[in-house]
């Protein structure tokens, strides 16, 4: 089982901008894909963005354009670049490891290994 390590939260005004990161024990696609979750006070859990070992990435709406994922093999280190940061992107960030898949033409994530999570908090 691989070790995930997220790192980068804290506390940005809004508009602001963070970088977390996610250290992984071995090859970061492991499996295909790797995905960060995110869970504010009193909400569920929910994907915000996933990519796989080919490249593709999906975004929560909430994000897009806003929220970018990469990901480096060499460093076993994955991204997630957070720009225009808003009041409600404020949770807790859960780096994962899981299997990305098609059904029905749609791209699926399913997370099997999640790290201790690292808040974010957007906030003046």
């Known amino acids: 089982q691989v070790q995930l390590v997220e790192s980068g939260g804290g506390l940005v005004q809004p508009g602001g901008s963070l970088r977390l990161s996610c250290a992984a024990s071995?090859?970061?696609?492991?499996?295909?894909?790797m995905g960060w979750y995110r869970q504010a006070p009193g909400k569920e859990r929910e994907l915000v963005a996933a990519?796989?070992?080919?490249?593709?990435?999906k975004y929560a709406d909430s994000v897009k354009g806003r929220f970018s994922i990469s990901g480096d093999n060499a460093k076993n280190t994955m991204y997630l670049q957070m720009n225009s940061l808003k009041p409600e992107d404020t949770a807790v960030y859960y780096c994962t490891r899981g299997l990305w898949y098609s059904m029905l033409g749609a791209s699926n994530y399913d997370p099997y290994d999640w790290g201790q999570g690292t808040q974010v908090t957007v906030s003046s």
């Open positions: 071995g090859s970061i696609f492991s499996l295909n894909a």
């Open positions: 990519i796989n070992s080919g490249g593709s990435t």
